[in-house]
């Protein structure tokens, strides 16, 4: 089976306790839509989290977030510094680097720097006769080429993105919290405002389901059968 997992943010529990949930087999994929960091509260553990997505290999396909990215920036920067140059070093907006120093060795941080560098902005899948299209924000055509916010941010197409999709492909996206699409014309896969949302299309599926924020959850979509788990 192959699965589709939205933003993480930052919780290795809510994670955990849903793959243990899909039973992720060794015949099994999963691709995470990016977003493994920051945020998450008290269950803040991106050290945990980035565990589990190495422990998983090569059955998961993990996408870069603009959070990811923002962090790899930060470690970067932060790690070019002297140490008096780093004592006086303006904080990570987020909680995730103060969090992972905390469990990581300079060495690690360096190497989970790397990792996040290393993931892809884009990727497809071509399954049952069905051509899909996976990315963070926003994903494009295998033969169009976008500049990399466009993957992590998403841009001013927004609007048209969310009605047409990309024609003849079926897209899965996260970035935006599903809250924000009852103004587009589709619906909620489950509960209205906190579930996953597809377009009118049934080209575009939104994951984001406020995972990190109080009263969040994470959520996950078989493609084969349809059927969504949350967390």
């Avoid at 980035?50 to 790899?72: F, M, P, S, V």
Wanted: glycine residues 8%; contains cysteine; charged residues 25%.
């Amino acid at each position: 089976m192959h699965y589709v997992l939205g933003d993480v943010h930052n919780n290795c529990k809510k994670l955990c306790q849903l793959l243990q949930r899909i039973s992720l087999g060794t015949r099994d994929h999963l691709y995470v839509l990016g977003d493994l960091f920051d945020r998450g509260g008290d269950d803040a553990d991106p050290a945990g989290v980035y565990c589990k997505i190495l422990e998983l290999g090569k059955r998961c396909t993990t996408l870069r977030g603009n959070h990811d990215q923002w962090l790899a920036a930060y470690i970067r920067h932060y790690a070019s510094l002297s140490r008096r140059e780093q004592e006086a070093c303006t904080p990570y907006m987020y909680n995730s680097f103060d969090l992972l120093r905390q469990q990581l060795s300079p060495e690690d941080m360096e190497k989970l720097e790397a990792f996040i560098r290393s993931l892809p902005l884009h990727t497809d899948l071509e399954l049952e006769n069905k051509k899909y299209l996976f990315a963070h924000a926003m994903t494009s055509a295998p033969d169009r080429w976008r500049k990399a916010d466009y993957y992590l941010m998403g841009d001013w197409y927004t609007e048209l993105f969310a009605t047409k999709g990309i024609p003849g492909y079926i897209s899965f996206c996260g970035h935006n919290n599903t809250s924000e699409f009852s103004r587009f014309p589709g619906a909620y896969c489950d509960e209205e405002g906190t579930s996953i949302w597809h377009n009118e299309a049934g080209n575009l599926y939104m994951m984001d389901c406020g995972c990190g924020f109080p009263g969040g959850r994470l959520a996950c979509m078989c493609l084969e059968t349809g059927e969504r788990f949350y967390e």
